[in-house]
C-alpha cells in the first residue's frame, strides 16, 4: 500500500480550499511572492486570496494534483500555440484587484506581462505553474516525487514541459527532472530573478535519474 503522502491523485473542485491552503503555506517565502506582497503580517492573509482565484482556474481548466495527506499540491495548465491567446476582457486581474488591493494588483500584472512575453511559442506544451509542499513536509522527495507524477504522463504523450524557477535550490531539482533554461531570465523590476526553463519528453532510458530530494 503506497504510504498517504505519496499517493497522488487528480485533484477536483472539490480540493479547491485545500490546494489553497498548501500553495499559501509552502509559497509563503518565495521570491516572487514576497516581491508581489512584500507585508509579512499581511502574506498570510493575502496569499489565500491571491492563490484561490488560480487554483479554480486551473481546476476548471487545467490539471491539478494533490496527494491523499493533502500536504503537497501540483498546478498545471496546457498550452496550445495553434490557439489564439485567452482574453477574459481582464476579469481575472481584476479579481486579484479586488483581492489583494491596487498595489499587489498592479505587481502581479507586470509579472505576468513579464511572464506572457517570454513564454515559449514554438511547440505546445504543458506548463507548471505551481508545485508546493507545506513546510513541516518539504526535503523528503514529495516535491520532485509530485512533479514527475506527471511528468511520467507528459513522456507517454511526447509533450515538453515548461515553468519558471524561483530560486537556486528549485533550478537545481528541476534539472534533475530533466528541464534546461530557456531564453532570457525573468528580472522582475527591483525584485527576485525567475529561471525559464523547458524540458523536452523524455525517453525510458534519459528518464532514469535518480529521485532527488526536495
Not at 183 to 198: D, I, K
Amino acid at each position: 500500500m503506497v504510504a498517504a503522502h505519496l499517493a497522488v491523485r487528480r485533484a477536483t473542485e472539490q480540493d479547491a480550499e485545500s490546494i489553497t491552503h498548501i500553495l499559501s503555506r509552502s509559497f509563503y517565502l518565495d521570491p516572487p511572492l514576497m516581491w508581489i506582497l512584500p507585508d509579512d503580517g499581511e502574506r498570510p492573509r493575502l496569499s489565500r486570496a491571491f492563490f484561490r482565484p488560480i487554483v479554480d482556474m486551473v481546476l476548471a481548466d487545467g490539471i491539478g494534483y494533490i496527494n491523499e495527506d493533502r500536504t503537497a499540491a501540483s498546478l498545471w495548465m496546457d498550452v496550445d500555440v495553434t490557439a489564439p491567446p485567452p482574453d477574459d476582457g481582464g476579469m481575472f486581474r481584476k479579481q486579484m484587484q479586488e483581492a489583494l488591493g491596487q498595489a499587489a494588483a498592479d505587481r502581479f500584472s507586470i509579472l505576468d506581462d513579464m511572464f506572457n512575453e517570454g513564454h515559449p511559442d514554438h511547440a505546445s506544451h504543458a506548463y507548471l505553474m505551481f508545485a508546493g509542499v507545506i513546510p513541516e513536509r518539504q526535503s523528503r522527495g514529495l516535491g520532485s516525487h509530485l512533479i514527475a507524477t506527471h511528468l511520467a504522463n507528459l513522456d507517454a504523450t511526447g509533450r515538453p514541459a515548461y515553468l519558471e524557477s524561483s530560486s537556486i535550490r528549485n533550478e537545481r531539482l528541476y534539472r534533475r527532472l530533466g528541464f534546461k533554461p530557456i531564453g532570457n531570465p525573468v528580472e522582475l523590476p527591483g525584485g527576485p530573478r525567475l529561471v525559464r526553463m523547458w524540458r523536452d519528453p523524455a525517453t525510458a532510458e534519459s528518464n532514469a535519474q535518480p529521485t532527488p530530494t526536495v
